[in-house]
């Protein structure tokens, strides 16, 4: 968004304030070989922003690629949510996605082992809606209190800065319900060279609820219209060195050129009611559910067709967080999800400032009225004098929305540190390596082992009973690849 003043000429330069600069190419010194003065305000002004131009880097995801586009839906889903953006057949919705890898930093490769984010920002007429998920189903943990352990987990180690594979294995050996997870990213589908070619998933799960007040369950499924495409290790490594950038470069020039990507938008919904029936917790971010039983219903299609036109500005700085959530969508009790609802926001205020959610790329395209006021880079400021509430100077605005007010949800138990009731930590990894390809379950083999081999025998032992219980093919196969590995050292 360009906020400069249409009056002004831009012919001409001036500093950050605004102030002619007739010459921008010398320091002011004493004399043409004499020393600087501080008296110097163009140097200053000049020199104190570029000192400032870089941003706290994202813990994780730091890595990204953007752009705009708008999602349009299918039809009224009036009976399951009452979000506006979801109720009037082909209604257009403005959207902003990102990209990104997980661990790496900024200057990392984009071919790399590594589970992709995949961040969708709504502006509906009733605030901003962010799903934000990854390209693969399932995660490594269930409980949030987990995630800085597997992040610092895979992160470099702290006394070296090294990346130690070690680490990670060490981790997943003591933590069986990251199994479903290990075939999904050691698999091909963990090494990517476009954005354009996976899919999205939520991974949470969310609470849609009617006018009516009826709740149900649903997960989030993006559908890639352009087909999934993965690349093996070798071809991954070698796009490391060549060309670390080429999922960022794939998804600008695709647009650019006009072959806009599109993702068809589904969702699974599940009755509260059959949870007691299944045999895995739905809740439970390290599981899916099975499509037979609860199919994928197509929502709506989106299309990214603009290029982000400053990067720093609209990509860097754009902020996402599951607890940005619209009317007709509410929290499940997700361990991962109630956690998440807090993190994301707390780091975008250590990133961003406080006000990040006035960015032009963060803020909502609905009226916003609070009794919010200052804080740290205060861009939009609300002149209104009476901030507080209930007040009579104002009427008492803001007023409370009129929106339907769903019934309250019951919560009830004893308040307790436990795991779920139903870990079932094996029984869809199994099936996942079951429905792989004899080609695909080599090449997850292999991803495995190449770096398990490594690793200490009673990390690799750990490992190999937890691949064992999910399937007695893959944990044996597993361990004669690594057998094999340590015969070649």
Not at 156 to 175: A, E, G
Not at 325 to 340: C, H, N, T, Y
Not at 449 to 474: G, H, Q
Request: glycine letters at 6%; charged letters at 25%.
């Amino acid at each position: 968004m360009d906020r400069r003043n249409d009056n002004c000429n831009f012919d001409y330069m001036t500093d950050s304030f605004g102030r002619p600069i007739p010459n921008e190419n010398n320091s002011l010194t004493v004399g043409s070989n004499g020393p600087g003065l501080i008296e110097d305000v163009v140097l200053i002004d000049k020199m104190a922003h570029f000192d400032r131009e870089r941003i706290p880097e994202r813990v994780v995801h730091a890595k990204g690629a953007g752009a705009f586009g708008f999602f349009q839906s299918y039809r009224c889903m009036s009976d399951y949510t009452m979000a506006d953006f979801l109720q009037t057949p082909n209604a257009k919705t403005k959207v902003f996605v990102r990209f990104s890898t997980v661990i790496g930093s900024k200057g990392s490769a984009d071919t790399v082992r590594d589970p992709r984010g995949f961040a969708v920002k709504f502006y509906t007429n009733q605030g901003i809606y962010d799903i934000v998920g990854n390209d693969l189903p399932v995660f490594f943990i269930r409980d949030a209190i987990r995630f800085p352990d597997v992040i610092h987990s895979l992160k470099p180690s702290p006394d070296t800065n090294l990346r130690d594979p070690q680490r990670f294995w060490d981790f997943v050996s003591l933590m069986p319900e990251a199994t479903h997870m290990i075939t999904w990213l050691y698999s091909d589908r963990g090494t990517i060279k476009d954005y354009r070619h996976v899919d999205g998933f939520g991974v949470n799960t969310y609470i849609w609820v009617n006018r009516r007040g009826k709740r149900c369950l649903i997960k989030y499924h993006w559908k890639t219209q352009q087909g999934i495409e993965t690349i093996d290790r070798f071809e991954a490594e070698e796009l490391s060195g060549t060309n670390p950038d080429v999922a960022v470069q794939n998804l600008h020039n695709a647009i650019a050129s006009g072959k806009f990507p599109r993702w068809e938008l589904c969702v699974q919904i599940m009755d509260p009611d059959k949870v007691e029936c299944l045999d895995f917790d739905p809740l439970d971010d390290t599981k899916t559910w099975p499509e037979d039983q609860f199919p994928l219903i197509p929502v709506g299609m989106m299309t990214l067709n603009e290029n982000p036109s400053n990067f720093f500005a609209q990509v860097e700085q754009s902020a996402f967080c599951p607890a940005n959530i619209v009317p007709g969508v509410e929290f499940s009790a997700d361990k991962m999800l109630q956690g998440r609802s807090f993190s994301y926001h707390d780091t975008q205020r250590h990133r961003l400032g406080t006000n990040f959610m006035q960015l032009p790329i963060n803020r909502s395209i609905s009226p916003i009225d609070n009794n919010q006021r200052d804080g740290e880079a205060t861009y939009y400021f609300n002149p209104e004098p009476i901030n507080y509430s209930p007040n009579s100077l104002n009427n008492n605005k803001p007023l409370p929305y009129p929106i339907p007010v769903p019934p309250p949800t019951e919560a009830c138990g004893f308040v307790v540190r436990i795991p779920i009731e139903n870990p079932s930590d094996f029984k869809q990894a199994g099936e996942r390596y079951e429905s792989l390809s004899d080609v695909e379950k080599a090449h997850l083999i292999d991803n495995i082992a190449v770096e398990l081999y490594k690793c200490k025998d009673d990390i690799v032992n750990r490992t190999l009973n937890s691949f064992v219980k999910a399937s007695k093919e893959f944990g044996y196969r597993v361990l004669e690849a690594v057998k094999e590995y340590r015969n070649q050292t």
